[in-house]
């Protein structure tokens, strides 16, 4: 966001998440506020919001998956997060901490530049293989996420990775 406009995104606008907190706003801007009816409701009674229920982060193991007699438990836990929470960490899954490091300092680099760099990929197509935005479809979605993003198709890598950003230097 330059000057506190919005930047354009092919056809529609949208501000990023990532500008707007660099901004200084004060309020949560109306598109990006859910309402009443649509927020998750993550308390396990309608009673009074008790400040001492939580939701635990769940952990998978997925090494798991190579023990043929718990291998359906753990697909199990990923469907049961997947469906109840939305999200789970996985840990035993053989990506090595230095690698973890180098796609973290990558993305944050990318997210740093310019917002005229990141829009080069931006982008209303959902289908398109790599696409920079904040919410689904910026045209439709009446509330937009919170959120930053940068989504890459990379599987095989050899047929996407030309697709995928050249800057930072270090993304690719």
């Known amino acids: 966001m330059q000057g506190g406009e919005e930047l354009r995104s092919s056809e529609s606008s949208f501000t990023s998440a990532m500008a707007l907190t660099q901004s200084g706003v004060l309020h949560v801007p109306e598109h990006y506020v859910l309402p009443p009816s649509q927020r998750p409701n993550i308390y396990p009674t309608n009673d009074l919001i008790n400040p001492s229920c939580t939701t635990s982060l769940p952990i ?10 718990l291998r359906s438990q753990v697909i199990d836990e990923i469907r049961i997060a997947c469906k109840e929470i939305g999200f789970f960490q996985l840990i035993h899954h053989g990506v090595s901490p230095l690698v ?6 990558a993305a944050a680099e990318f997210f740093n530049l310019p917002m005229e760099e990141k829009m080069l990929l931006g982008s209303d197509n959902v289908n398109e293989p790599v696409r920079y935005g904040t919410s689904l479809n910026h045209v439709k979605d009446k509330v937009h996420f919170w959120r930053d993003f940068i989504k890459q198709y990379s599987h095989p890598i050899s047929k996407w990775i030309h697709l995928w950003p050249s800057n930072p230097p270090s993304y690719r």
């Open 60 to 69: 998978i193991d997925l090494s798991s998956l190579q023990n043929p007699s």
């Open 100 to 105: 973890m490091k180098d796609a973290l300092d």
